[in-house]
């Protein structure tokens, strides 16, 4: 007691012994902080400690931990100052309303109080200020997320830096809902917005949440590729034209980065009555003709994978009112696991499981992209067990998409993979091809040649909207954003998470031999334990015995 007296103020180091150093500020972040050119201000607004429920009344001190261990680190350079308020409902309040035009907004947490559940509205916002700059913010700080403050944190600094806002550009074309004639001249006479099925909404939301300003191109002679845009991001691009392919390898060829994410086939399903059958149909892959002018093509096979997972399908059926599901298991299915993700490769360090549904393969030439001076990068693959199928056209089975003999091969296969380099002028020096017949004349041809990223993978599907919220997925999708824009230097900062240690898939051998152990192993070593202890006994009574008749 004495001695926690004397040191309680004292600023004594702290040890790390976690793996990856999970609590040791970041090289890359000390090297950014020491960097600037003025201290940053940063502001965390928070609700008292006695007005947070049970749950968050450790949040201020966290979050505060992190902050002064940022600052002892940078020197002089980030300052730090907590703010309580407390969430007044009252909107006429003017301190209330400046916050809010700012972005500190209070929110509403689950809260236990009197063995009651009810809601609680409490701030947990960092305000970040620096320079001249406008001002950034973090919102709803809670304790799922501290794991990512130094990275949220770093990263929004880090953009503060730049005189304008990195652009990324995406082309992901949006599904249109086809109505009958005389319902769309309906509601364009009632002035309503024609539906539309944007299948990365959430995905363009994200890089604008990130700190970016994310423009959605088309790809014409009106929505061509921004100059000034940091990447391009293509998803599901479909067919494209010679002269949008063009556009691809201009932006490439000067110094972009270009990220595909495209898959061989659509899957649909059917109920028949010997069971659910999985109807594939093919996607155009227009992208490929440029690609293999690099050494990467996406296959044209259908890829299967024992390492897959259950998805549920509504059946159209009601109990009441809930909707009833069927699970549902077919090899396309695919989840690439830890051991099957690359973790020497800034971008998939320490990622959790990606979900690939209905991805493709990969198709690596290393020779043709050796040739370029490409230098290639396999970022993950299929499993071991996994084999890939020619389409024929016929529904697929739980009996059919077994492994055959007729399978083009087995074995771990590319599933994304990064090329670096200076990528050549896949039209020969040709001047661009017209955007339309009707044109005079196409294009410039291509000029400014600086080494660039090509990142392929082979499934659109994991960054739509019904997959982007799975772990794996939205923070592979944050690492490409961030590591092909800004460097891959800062997503170092992200892999600092506690590593996933999920069990692996067992073989049917190595199950007989758990369900042994548990089942027949234990009780079998009590009944061995028993008949040594009635052995030892009896033969002590024979010597008891056998002394007793002596006498």
Known sequence: ????????????????????????????????????????????????????????????????DKLEELREASGSKLKYQVIHLEAITDEKESAEKKLKDRGVIPFQVESVQKDEVGLKLIYSTLLIEYKEKPSDIIPRIMPQTLYDLEYQLISRVHKMTFDEKPEVAIFAPVKRTELPADLRSTTQAAGQQEEVEDDFHTATLLVRNNGYRATRVALTKESSVPDKASALLLLNPGPLTDRQRFEINRYLRAG??????????????????????????????????????????????????????????????????????????FPNQIVVREDQINRSASLTNRLPAIFYLWGSALEVAEATAAGLGLHQTVLFTSSPKSWRMPFTGENLT??????????????????????????????????APKWAEADAEGGPKMENAKPGKLLVVGSSKAFSEELIQNAGNINFYANIVDGLTLGQDLVRIRSKVAPVRDIRKLSPAEKLWYKFFTMALVPAVFLVFAWARSFFRRKEKEIYLASRIGK
């Not at 659910?276 to 892959?285: F, N, T």
């Not at 690609?291 to 159209?316: H, N, P, R, Y």
């Not at 055959?404 to 001047?431: H, I, K, M, N, Y």
Request: glycine share 8%.
């Open 398 to 431: 739980p009996q059919n998409t077994k492994p055959a003999p007729g399978s083009v091969s087995t074995g771990r296969f590319p599933l994304a993979v990064l090329l670096e380099g200076q990528f050549p002028d896949a039209f020969g020096g040709a001047p």
């Open 256 to 329: 972009g980065s270009v990220v595909v994410g495209a898959e061989g086939f659509e899957y649909t399903f059917r109920r028949e009555e010997t069971g659910i059958q999985a109807v594939p149909e093919k996607k155009a892959l227009g992208i490929n003709a440029l690609l293999e002018k690099f050494g990467v093509k996406i296959a044209e096979d259908m890829l299967m994978d024992e390492s897959s997972q259950v998805i549920s399908l509504a059946t159209g059926q009601t109990v009441g009112p809930f909707a009833m599901e069927m699970p549902v298991l």
């Open 1 to 64: 007691m004495l001695f926690n007296w004397l040191a309680h103020d004292l600023p004594l180091p702290r040890l790390d012994l976690t793996e990856g150093k999970l609590y040791t500020v970041s090289d890359v972040s000390l090297g950014i902080l020491k960097s600037l050119k003025a201290p940053v201000q940063i502001k965390l607004y928070i609700s008292p400690v006695d007005k947070m429920p049970t749950s968050l009344k450790t949040l201020e001190r966290e979050v505060m």
